[in-house]
């Protein structure tokens, strides 16, 4: 059962952030420009860093979400430069997502985290369907801990139930993404990302035991 109260306050608090926006847009160009670093994980050491790992990743998404100003991509950005996996061709591809094409379906905060899911635990071999079916189990579990947490998987719910407290699908017209801005709805809508991406990242974590 979602807690909705811890909800709020975080929603608010994202409200009331002070963005700091050349900063964030410059950590963008530089991503664009270099791409995202490879890294060498060590399991021992992301285990015993867990917490602030995850903390770490949750406030990179609601970041990315915010300047990117789509979920799937600060989902899906936030996890692969922590993990160093992928390459910004793919968060190029994330540009429809957030709600699958706008529509208020599929949250990106779920898709950004199962692009990563795939490049992660998917086997370079396209025929070994047992990675396949592993990798799908894992986006299983995952996309119910999220529901857990937030109580719905799709964006309109998302935004009626969590973000907003009203219905407004931002993607259905330019007087709709008018109304969701000035209503601060790309600050408050970290949540989804931030959930998502330290739900995905802990499951990535906790497979290196």
């Known amino acids: 059962m979602p807690d909705y109260a811890a909800l709020k306050k975080k929603v608010d608090e994202l409200a009331a952030r002070d963005w700091d926006m050349p900063a964030l847009e410059a950590r963008i160009r ?48 936030a996890l692969m430069e922590e993990f160093g996996l992928g390459n910004m061709e793919i968060i190029k591809a994330l540009a429809p997502f957030p709600g699958i094409g706008g529509t208020g379906d599929m949250c990106g905060g779920i898709t950004g985290s199962l692009i990563t899911f795939g490049l992660y635990f998917g086997s370079d071999d396209q025929l070994d369907i047992a990675a396949k079916d592993k990798t799908i189990m894992i986006a299983q579990k995952f996309m119910a801990q999220f529901e857990g947490k937030i109580g719905h998987m799709y964006c309109a719910d998302i935004i009626e139930t969590v973000i907003l407290g009203h219905r407004l699908n931002p993607g259905e017209s330019e007087e709709a993404m008018v109304a969701f801005t000035k209503e601060k709805g790309f600050e408050k809508c970290g949540l989804p990302p931030g959930t998502g991406v330290r739900l995905a990242a802990e499951t990535i974590i906790d497979s290196m035991k």
């Open 30 to 77: 530089k991503l664009s420009k270099d791409g995202i670093p490879r890294k060498k994980l060590n399991p021992e050491e992301l285990i015993a860093n867990k917490k602030e790992i995850l903390d770490h990743v949750e406030r990179l998404a609601e970041e990315y979400n915010f300047v990117l100003k789509d979920c799937a991509q600060g989902t899906a950005l």
